[in-house]
């Protein structure tokens, strides 16, 4: 009998380790005032310490480099290559570095020692551009954009000397191409008068021909005349000598004063290729004049070659291009309430289902001892 017993014993399951799911239930529906207490006290502390804590806001700008021109090799040309004052990358690292942050206090009058004036500047380089975003989180968004204004201030400070040296780079350049032309347009007009001097000669020459070809003819008239009148041969003899010696000289002269002309005409023609020439270079100036113009239209500035040297004390460029003025976002970044009140909660859930089996386990030890 006693070995069926222990058999039957032996065969039964083992429950002791497992887990009950039912007391668990038991457990929780009977600690649920306390679960209860514990979650409302976690959601109520993260309410008001989210109405306590200061809101933080965003204060946000935009910024790219600014555009300049370098003289660049082309094959056997030079022409004039956009290019940035710097890297975005560059301007990136200047502004995840600030290093105007004193500089920026001092202008400002802004206690250097005061906790309230350290403000962490963010930098984003945007993907695939070259913008950079810049942000700063702060409690006081008013003093936080202005120091980002002022900021901005600096680092446009920082490249304006280089865009300033390539404008005057180019208002240099257009002076160049001005004198040019006006030194080109004063050869024109030398030119085309020495071609209206020879277009002058050329009537001239034209019209001692048309006499000299009269006189010769003339003389050929009257020599025929006189030859038909004449029955003496004797006194025709010299007369006909006279005649030919003059028509002679009238063919000679025709002859140079015809050579004179032809040399007329190709002065003429020279002169005029020469004209031609120097109105295609003149016209080439004008475009690289358009194109330089253009080029300080894209830097915002009008064309000045007329300081000197060169040199403009009004010149109104940026070393940087803000894209976005720094503003409030407002929507505040901290705190987050509805973040705050959601994690108080589970956190406030998992402590109150703790402390409910915790008291459980102390009652029931404390009822067995």
């Known amino acids: 009998m006693d070995n069926e017993l222990n058999e039957h014993h032996e065969r039964e399951p083992y429950y002791e380790d497992e887990i009950d799911l039912y007391q668990l239930i038991q457990v929780l529906l009977k600690?649920?005032?306390?679960?209860?207490?514990?979650?409302?006290?976690?959601?109520?502390?993260?309410?008001?310490a989210s109405f306590i804590m200061k809101p933080v806001y965003r204060v946000s700008a935009v910024i790219g480099p600014a555009q300049i021109y370098e003289l660049e090799a082309v094959q056997n040309s030079v022409i004039w290559r956009e290019t940035d004052v710097d890297t975005p990358a560059n301007i990136d690292a200047i502004v995840s570095q600030n290093p105007f942050h004193y500089v920026i206090l001092g202008q400002l009058g802004w206690d250097i020692q005061d906790s309230k004036n350290k403000y962490d500047v963010k930098s984003k380089l945007e993907q695939n551009t070259k913008y950079i975003s810049i942000s700063i989180d702060s409690a006081e968004p008013e003093r936080a954009k202005e120091y980002l204004e002022v900021f901005l201030a600096k680092i446009n400070a920082f490249y304006y000397p280089k865009v300033k040296t390539n404008v005057e780079l180019l208002n240099n350049t257009i002076k160049r191409i001005i004198n040019e032309k006006q030194g080109i347009s004063s050869q024109i007009e030398l030119l085309q008068s020495k071609l209206d001097t020879l277009e002058k000669e050329d009537i001239k020459l034209k019209k001692q021909i048309d006499e000299v070809k009269n006189r010769n003819t003339q003389t050929l008239n009257q020599h025929d005349k006189i030859l038909a009148k004449e029955s003496n041969p004797d006194s025709m003899t010299p007369l006909l000598l006279y005649s030919n010696v003059m028509q002679e000289n009238l063919t000679q002269i025709d002859k140079i004063l015809s050579n004179m002309r032809e040399n007329n005409k190709i002065q003429r023609e020279d002169l005029q290729q020469d004209i031609?020439?120097?109105?295609v270079e003149l016209a080439n100036l004008d475009v690289q004049l358009k194109n330089l113009e253009s080029k300080l239209a894209v830097l915002g500035v009008k064309a000045n070659p007329d300081t000197q040297d060169g040199q403009s004390e009004d010149i109104e460029v940026?070393?940087?291009?803000?894209?976005?003025?720094?503003?409030?976002?407002?929507?505040?970044?901290?705190?987050?309430?509805?973040?705050?009140?959601?994690?108080?909660?589970?956190?406030?859930?998992?402590?109150?289902?703790?402390?409910?089996?915790?008291?459980?386990?102390?009652?029931?030890?404390?009822?067995?001892?």
């Open 276 to 279: 031609k020439d120097l109105k």
């Open 31 to 48: 600690r649920k005032k306390l679960i209860v207490g514990v979650f409302l006290v976690a959601v109520i502390v993260a309410i008001a």
């Open 318 to 369: 940026s070393g940087i291009k803000i894209i976005q003025e720094p503003t409030i976002d407002p929507q505040r970044v901290s705190p987050k309430r509805t973040l705050m009140v959601a994690v108080a909660g589970v956190l406030g859930l998992f402590v109150g289902i703790f402390a409910a089996f915790a008291a459980e386990f102390w009652q029931s030890h404390k009822v067995s001892a």
